[in-house]
């Protein structure tokens, strides 16, 4: 995980059962969309563009 100027840049594996209970609710359904679309890496970007089946939040 790694923050950028406007948002943060994640790496879709899978976190350990121990991380992953620290997560916010909705950040895994957004990882596991990426590696369900092939994607390694996934940017939240409050300027970027949406996608209807996953949750946006007001920065």
């Known amino acids: 995980m790694a923050p950028t100027q406007y948002g943060w840049f994640l790496h879709t594996m899978t976190p350990p059962p121990e991380a992953q209970r ?10 596991a969309f ?3 679309n092939g994607c390694d890496y996934v940017l939240l970007d ?4 949406t996608e209807d089946l996953l949750p946006t939040f007001p920065w």
């Open 34 to 36: 990426g590696r369900d």
């Open 22 to 31: 620290r997560l916010p609710k909705e950040l895994p359904p957004i990882l």
């Open 46 to 49: 409050s300027d970027g563009p």
